[in-house]
C-alpha cells in the first residue's frame, strides 16, 4: 500500500503546474527518473522550457541544485571539483565542483569533448567522484538531468554509448498543443515571469525526505512473473531484429522494470502493468539501441521500430 507516494506526486505536480504548461508527459517521465532513483536526458528545441523545468522541480523538492553549462573549453575538474593547496595550514583542500549537489542541471551537455562529459559517469552509476585517487560519496538524492539540443550539430560532440547507457530515461520534448500555448501567452500577458521564480508563490514540500521516502515505497513493490517475463522478451526482440545494429542490453531491462514501477506509483497503484512497461519502453530504450544504415537511409527512426517491437511482443493477462 503506498502512503507517502500518492500525496507526494500531487503536491509536485500542482506546484509545477503553476510555472509549466503542456508538459504533462514530460513531467511524469521526469518524475519517473527521481523515484526510480536514475538520471534523465531530455532533448528538445530552445524554449520548451527544458531548464525551467528542472529548476522548479528542484525547489519544490527542497533540494540543492547545481547547474553546469557544458562548453567546449569545460574540464573536467570544473565538473568534480579540485584540491587547492593552503598556503596558511600547508595542506591541500578540496573545493568542491557543482557536482557536489541534490540535483544537477547539465544544461547542453553535447557541447563539451567525451573527456569532460565522462567526469560524470562515475557519478551517475556509483554516486561517488574519485579527486586525485580519494573517493568522496554525493547525495543520496543525486540526480542528473541533462539538457540537449537536437537541431544544432557545430560545435557538439555525440554523447559515448558508455555515457548514454547511464542515463535511465531519454526524454524528447516537443512544442506544446496550441491551446497550452495560448494559456503561456495569456499568463504572460498578465504579469507572470518565470525569470523570476523567487516572486511566484510555490509551496516546497512540507517533508525533506519526502523523496526518499516515495523511492523506498516504489523499491518495495513487487512485479509479476508474468509482466517481468514480458520486460524481458520486449528487450530480447531489439537484439534480433533486421533493423537494429546492437539492441538493449539487461541494464535496460531492468530500466524498464524500475521505471514502470515508479510510474504505477505516480499513477497511484502499488503494482505494475504491462500499459506501465509500454508507457515507458519509448523513453528507456530509444537511447540504448542504434539502427542499420540502411533502415536509417530508408527513413526509419528508433522510436517507430520500437513502436513496431511492442506489438509483436504478447501482452501477459
Known amino acids: 500500500m503506498l502512503i507517502y507516494t500518492p500525496p507526494t506526486i500531487a503536491h509536485i505536480l500542482n506546484e509545477l503546474r503553476k510555472i509549466i504548461v503542456g508538459q504533462d508527459e514530460v513531467i511524469e517521465q521526469i518524475l519517473v527518473a527521481v523515484l526510480a532513483e536514475g538520471h534523465a536526458l531530455l532533448e528538445g528545441v530552445p524554449g520548451t522550457a527544458k531548464t525551467l523545468t528542472v529548476k522548479t522541480l528542484a525547489r519544490i523538492v527542497g533540494a540543492d541544485f547545481s547547474r553546469i553549462q557544458f562548453t567546449p573549453d569545460l574540464m573536467p575538474s570544473d565538473v568534480t571539483g579540485t584540491n587547492v593547496f593552503n598556503m596558511q595550514t600547508s595542506q591541500f583542500n578540496l573545493r568542491q565542483g557543482p557536482i557536489f549537489t541534490d540535483i544537477l542541471l547539465a544544461d547542453e551537455i553535447n557541447r563539451t569533448p567525451p573527456k569532460t562529459q565522462s567526469a560524470l559517469l562515475e557519478a551517475m552509476e556509483e554516486r561517488q567522484t574519485t579527486i ?20 544544432e550539430y557545430e560545435g557538439t560532440y555525440s554523447l559515448p554509448e558508455a555515457q548514454l547507457d547511464r542515463f535511465l530515461l531519454k526524454i524528447l520534448i516537443d512544442y506544446p498543443p496550441q ?22 508563490d510555490i509551496r516546497p514540500l512540507p517533508e525533506t525526505t519526502a523523496i526518499e521516502k516515495c523511492r523506498a515505497e516504489v523499491k518495495q513493490m513487487r512485479t509479476e512473473a508474468g509482466v517481468q517475463k514480458y520486460i524481458v522478451e520486449m528487450v530480447h526482440k531489439t537484439r534480433n531484429h533486421p533493423m537494429i545494429l546492437y539492441g538493449a542490453s539487461p541494464r535496460a531491462s531492468v530500466a524498464l522494470l524500475l521505471c514502470s514501477k515508479a510510474l504505477a506509483a505516480i499513477r497511484g497503484r502499488d503494482f505494475s502493468t504491462p500499459d506501465d512497461v509500454r508507457d515507458v519502453a519509448l523513453p528507456v530504450l530509444r537511447h540504448r539501441l542504434a539502427l542499420r544504415a540502411e533502415a536509417e537511409l530508408d527513413g526509419a527512426t528508433t522510436d517507430a521500430v520500437i513502436s513496431d517491437i511492442i ?7
Open 132 to 151: 586525485d585517487g580519494e573517493r568522496y560519496p554525493l547525495s543520496p538524492l543525486f540526480t542528473v538531468l541533462a539538457t540537449e539540443n537536437p537541431i
Open 179 to 200: 491551446d497550452a500555448e495560448l494559456e503561456i501567452v495569456s499568463r504572460w500577458d498578465t504579469g507572470f515571469d518565470s525569470r523570476h521564480l523567487e516572486q511566484i
Open 311 to 317: 506489438k509483436t511482443v504478447e501482452v501477459p493477462r
